[in-house]
């Protein structure tokens, strides 16, 4: 079946640093989303990438979609404290109609 | 409205206690999901409704059943669950089980219910 992993499962960083999160699947994807989720909180959309080799971005969050359609990457510039959470990255597959959830990447954020 | 509301917030129930779980959204999504999510782990996937008909049944146990009242309810039947069942429920919709090639795929969330079997 369909398989997504992301690392790393954790980050420490502190405010004003990067933060990066790959997501790499082991089918090729029709579609990859991302979510972040507060501590306490419920998961909740950030963006859609569809195409190959897409750029997206939101503020000082990056989002990219791989040539192959396989993998992708979340990049946040100059951390805030707001940013933390847990970032998961979920992708779809032509032969499936659900989102395969990768583990997530907890990011803290210290100020 | 942009949102997806789950009641009640948190429960608590015995083994052998009988209680519903709700959800209800009103985007006029023809979608709608119920995942279970442990401490610390991605959400799982339990089942899927799409325009009120179950299409995904993630193989669990038939004492988690779900109904479909219509377009915009969504409920969760729960009976006999087990101290292992202790998770957050999560309700979620879409506009529709597809891609959304129009970048319209995203799921809405609830703020879930916190379910505690003792």
């Known amino acids: 079946g369909q398989q997504v992993m992301q690392i790393p499962q954790y980050q420490h960083v502190q405010e004003g640093e990067d933060f990066t999160t790959y997501c790499n699947s082991s089918?090729?994807?029709?579609?990859i989303q991302w979510y972040k989720q507060r501590p306490g909180g419920h998961p909740v959309f950030l963006i859609q990438l569809v195409k190959s080799g897409e750029v997206k971005k939101q503020k000082r969050l990056t989002f990219q979609f791989g040539e192959a359609k396989k993998n992708s990457s979340l990049h946040i510039t100059a951390t805030q404290t707001t940013d933390v959470g847990t970032y998961f990255c979920a992708g779809r597959n032509s032969g499936y109609s659900t989102l395969t959830f990768g583990k997530g990447t907890m990011l803290l954020v210290s100020p | 409205d942009t949102e997806v509301t789950q009641t009640p917030k948190h429960l608590v129930m015995g083994m052998t206690n009988k209680k519903s779980l709700k959800c209800e959204q009103h985007?006029?999504?023809?979608?709608m999901y119920w995942y279970k999510q442990k401490a610390k782990k991605p959400p799982e996937l339990m089942f899927v409704?799409?325009?009120?008909?179950?299409?995904i049944n993630e193989s669990v146990p038939s004492r988690f059943s779900p109904e479909c009242p219509n377009s915009s309810l969504l409920n969760l039947h729960l009976h006999a669950l087990q101290p292992e069942d202790s998770a957050l429920y999560l309700c979620?919709?879409?506009?529709?089980?597809?891609?959304?090639?129009?970048?319209?795929?995203?799921?809405?969330f609830g703020s879930g219910t916190r379910l505690t079997v003792v």
């Open positions: 985007m006029g999504h023809r979608a």
């Open positions: 089918t090729t994807l029709s579609n």
């Open positions: 979620a919709s879409s506009q529709d089980t597809t891609w959304g090639v129009q970048g319209k795929g995203g799921y809405t």
């Open positions: 409704y799409s325009y009120e008909k179950l299409s």
